[in-house]
Structures are given as C-alpha cells and as structure tokens.
C-alpha cells in the first residue's frame, strides 16, 4: 500500500527505483549489487524472484521483524545508516538458527512523513548489509501514514527467506545432557532491550552525545552499533562440525532464547566466561539495573550460541575463531529447562 | 524484538503461543489450522520450516507489505478482525502476480501498547485468510513500541513467500497489442487510498456508524471490506489458459499497476465496462473528487486485472466465472506504454 501517491518509488521486488535523486541513485546501485544470477528480473513485478537450485529435499526457512526502538536513538542522534544492517542481520540470524541459509530479503519502512534521503540511507545499509552475507535484496516497501507515525518517526520491518537440505534443520533436537555451549559475541545492544536502555540514559540526564562510563565512543553510537550477523562463521562452522541446536540471543535475553535450542533441556552458564561490550556496564551501573534484569532484557554480550557435542567443542571453537570469531566455551546442557548462572568449571 | 519482556507468546515461527487467555487460544488454533504436512514442527524456533516439494526448477517469489491507514479507520470502528485478512490477501495477490503460488506467510503486528486480544484478533483473521488460500502461517512477531506508535495505535505488516516452476513465471514478457486485459472484481477499497478516503468522511462531518450515499450498510463496513485475494480463480485460470500478465491493482491504481503486467506496452481501457462497489460512488460524490484523482487513488472496481491473447478471452472469462469470480473484458493491449480510458468497443 501507498496511500494515494503513485506507486512507490521503491516497490516490492525486481527492485524499481524511480526517484532521480542522488540518495536514490546510490540506493539502487546498493540494492543491484545484492542480485546474482540468482534474481530474476522482475523490475516492475509484484514479487521478487529468487531461482533456488542445487537442493534435493528443499527447506524454506522464514522470518520477519523489526528493529524496534532503536529508531527512536537513531532519530535522536540523527543518522539512519546503521539501521539497514540491524534488521538484516537480526533476520538473517533467525535465519541462520533454524539450519538454513539466509538467501533473500525484503524491507519495509514506513513513516508519518517520508523523507527519501532517510529512506535511501536506510535501504542502502539494508542493500550492504545483505551483499555482505550474500542475500539478495529483492523488494521493499515504503509506507508513508500520517497518523500512524508522529512526523518523520519510522518504523523498519525486515523479512528474509533462506533455505536449507531437510536433512539439515537445526531444532535442538538431539541436545544431550554434557552438550557445550558456545558464545558468540555480540557487537553491543543489537536490536533488543532500547526501551530500558533509553530510559536509562534520559534517568540519568545523559545526552547521545556524551562520552560516559567507559566507553571509547559517545553513548549515541554505542547504541546504534549494528546488530552482528553470524551467517559467514556459522556457515563456517557447520561445514566441519554437526552443530545440535542453535540461539539468537534477541529480546529476552540468554534465557528466553537458548532454551529454545535446547530440545526441552537446560543449560548452565558461566559467569564471567564471556566478555561484554562496555555498553552494557554503562546501563547496569548508570541505571543500577539488578544483574537477572539484565540477562533478560539484553544479550549481554552473547549474541548467537551453538550447541555441539562435547567432543567436538574445541575444533568447533578453533573453527570459529577462524572464521574471525572470538568464539568461547560459554556453559553446558544441564537436565531440566531454563538457564542457570554459576561459577565456571 | 520484543524490547524488555521476555520473548513475545507469538515468536518467529512454529508458533510458539505462550498466553494462556481464551483469545489466544483462538488464535493458536486458528494458526495451527493453517499447517499442512509441508510445515516442520519447530514450536519455539527462530525461523518457521515449510517443505518445499514437487519442483523441478523452483523459482521463489517474495513480496512484504503494510495495511497501511485502514489500521485508523479499524481502530475508529473498534474492529481489528478484517486486518488480518486485508495483509494476507495483498500480499498473496503480490506473490500470485508473479506467477506463484503463496505458500507461506508471517505477519508482524507493532504498536504503542499491545493489547493481547487485539494482537490475538488480527492474527486469527490472519490466519483464517491464509487457511482459506492454502498458505501457511509459520510464524510472526508483536512489537511493544511505546513512544514509536500513540497509545493503542497499530501497524500491520505481511510478508509472503510462494514459489513457482521457472516457466510459469509471469512479467508481461510476451504481451503484444491486441491482447485482453480482464479484469477482476475488487471488494471495495481493498489496503489503499485510506489517506484521501478518511479525509473525505472527515470533512463531510460524517460518522463511520453512519449510512450514506448508496450504501447498503455503514461508511465503516464498506470501509473495512476486506482485500479481496484472487489466489483460487488465477490458479484455476493458469490450469487452463496461458496467462500473458498479470497486475494487482493496489497504490496508484490502474494507471500505475496495469503497466506493471505490460512488459513496456500500454492499455486502453473501456469506460462503463466494470461494476464499482457503491463506496467508489461515496467518495466521489461526497469529496467532489475529479475522475483521474480516483482512478490514480483506488481500484476502482478492478482489483486484478490478467493479460491473454485475444483468442483466450472468451475461455478465460469462462474459467473464471467457474470460479466464482465475476471477471469482465475491460479493455486491451495497445503500442506504448500508460493506460488511458476510451469508451468501449
């Protein structure tokens, strides 16, 4: 839907651009260069079009959301270029979680008062984020609703389809009890908790612009430092090591997430095991937010786990570090559900 | 993102449905009614599964989109029911467009302040609809937005995945002068044009309780109508007639959505050859609203429109009109690009 303006200028799929302005020029150029042979054209479809090949027993894999209250720190600091690989990224490690391979794209922006510029720097981070990780994009959406949205506010939803060989789905089933579980770290906030940690810096009368506790970088962009994408050294990973179950560490934290890779089993944590990015010691002691608060509502510097076979820990974790990944032994399967913290072995 | 609760009760995929409320029960029910054997149980996973089979050269066709203001015109009626249906049914016209078969969706629901039964509505309405089209609902998310979304206001967004042979792929190559365009009848507004439709009711002082202008029932429920989907007639047709080009008429109506189907060529349409749902008249009337502002605003009576040779007219219309599917002749393919309306033959 486009409400009574002629169709979008960037409308679902083969991905017709037709504003002449330089954001949107370099916009299109973005979004082209995620198109391999793979994409159809379709330039003024309804659809994106993606030829899947080379799998027997096909998997489609799908996922969507959004980036949340993190626009209202990006309207706050005025830059919108980060967000594009924050809503890829989070879907394409959905993706990735479930076995599959993250192979197409789709955004949707929608806002009170469309303004191309922020559009185009939002697709554009959307179209480079995906090139990174081999996605293609091949349609977006842009929805311009006054009286939804108050003036320029947005918000940002992403979907991304991938696909896997059957024999391949991850579900967690198969977690046994002396399983390892390994870290990956995150790259700070990444998509989750913004309502809290804004509230925190406004309780605190901090600016965006401010350099605090810590941290090497004003609080602004430390919480707009992009969501991490694990596709290149999961991938990595599952080519050496059979990987049982696998978590995205999102909203909820370690323990709303990782039990669900755990096919019904717990995990014990241990403290201290993993590093955290210094955002998240700004937030708890800025808003002295108790430690099981903060497990729930951030990632606390583990943004995706695997689970493998005790045995296979080691070479998983060298495969891992790599692959670029400073990868940790973070806990193990326990009996039972839930996630329990405790000293390391 | 769910912010700083724990994992929303309608996670990404599976279906993973953790309040305990009777709508929500609904609506658990009603997305589990949509899975076929196609659909891999992965109840708490980050990705809903959907075997793909039966495919030699598959081709997938993905499409996301928003309901866009209808949500106000929802929440001015105090009825969410039909939004559901509204997001599936122009997402799954997208994807048919293009010569696929929806397969399957997932919907993100966003608001200020998520009431569950309101969630729980839409996503059963959402459900219902995929249901009646043979699609999957495998998974979705609800977003807590306090600051981005006012109070209980709400955004609707769909994405939809569906794939097709390679040859059965349709962009309007191949579309000569001289072909048919048919056209296929909307329900009414379907997901556009609410900007200007609201402001017409709200500058006429109008209530959406009231009935007006030719209507049968009130401006709210034709204003609600819900998106009519053309999934079961266009796959009937296909069955039995080459379909050159297909289009769904959505923003920007005929003159911005037909030549989307016409691989470069234009189309004459034929003034009086379709019937409007009487809401068409309203607006018009009550907005004094000149003739090409409409055309480019709404459907206008034509929801999709298909592309044959002129010696498939006759066939096609037939097959549609099988289908339930009141199809007319409502003009042809002519040399050069755009649309113009002409007084019929």
Redesign the interface.
């Known amino acids: ?8 200028s960037y409308e ?2 083969g991905v017709s651009i037709e504003r002449g302005d330089e954001a949107t020029d370099l916009m299109r150029a973005s979004v082209e260069a995620t198109h391999g042979p793979e994409v ?3 330039p ?10 080379g799998l027997r ?16 720190v990006a309207g706050s600091v005025g830059r919108y270029d980060t967000l594009g690989a924050d809503i890829v990224n ?1 879907c394409a ?3 990735l ?2 076995g ?1 391979t993250p ?2 794209f ?3 922006v ?1 806002s009170g008062r469309l303004d191309p510029a922020t559009v185009a720097e939002v697709v554009r981070g959307a179209a480079e984020a995906c090139e990174a990780l081999g996605i293609s994009l ?4 842009t ?1 311009e ?6 003036g320029s ?1 947005l ?1 940002i ?3 991304c ?3 896997c060989e ?1 024999g391949d ?1 991850v ?2 089933e198969g977690v046994t009890a002396g399983d390892v579980v390994i870290g990956l770290p995150s790259s700070g906030l990444h ?6 940690a ?1 509230k925190v810096v406004e309780d605190a009368g901090l600016s965006y612009e401010d350099v605090a506790g810590g941290l090497s970088k004003t609080v602004g962009e430390a919480y707009l430092e992009p969501h991490r994408a694990y596709v290149r050294e999961v991938s990595a990973l599952r080519r050496s090591v059979r990987v049982r179950g ?3 560490i ?3 934290g370690l323990p ?2 990782l ?2 890779a755990l096919g019904g089993k717990g995990a014990r944590l241990y403290e201290g095991a993993w590093e955290e990015p210094a955002v998240f010691g700004l937030i708890r002691n800025l808003g002295d937010v108790p430690e099981d ?1 903060m497990r ?2 951030f990632n606390v510097g583990v943004g995706f786990c695997v689970v493998v076979k005790a045995e296979d820990a080691e070479m998983a974790i060298g495969v891992l570090r790599d692959a670029g990944c400073e990868a940790k032994r973070i806990g193990e399967v326990v009996e039972g559900g839930g996630v329990e913290f405790a000293p390391g072995p």
């Open positions: 839907m486009t409400e009574n303006n002629p169709p979008s679902a799929a159809i054209p379709n003024r479809g309804f659809a994106g079009l993606y030829a899947l090949s027993e096909p998997v489609l894999a799908s996922t969507i959301d959004g980036v949340g209250t993190k626009v209202l989070h490690n959905d993706v979680a479930s599959a192979l197409v789709v955004d949707y929608a091949v349609g977006g959406e929805a609703m006054p009286g939804l949205y108050a506010d918000d939803v992403g979907a389809m991938g696909a059957r789905v579900t967690g998509t989750n908790g913004y309502t809290l804004r696998m978590a995205h999102t909203g909820g709303g997430n039990p669900r608060e729930r509502v």
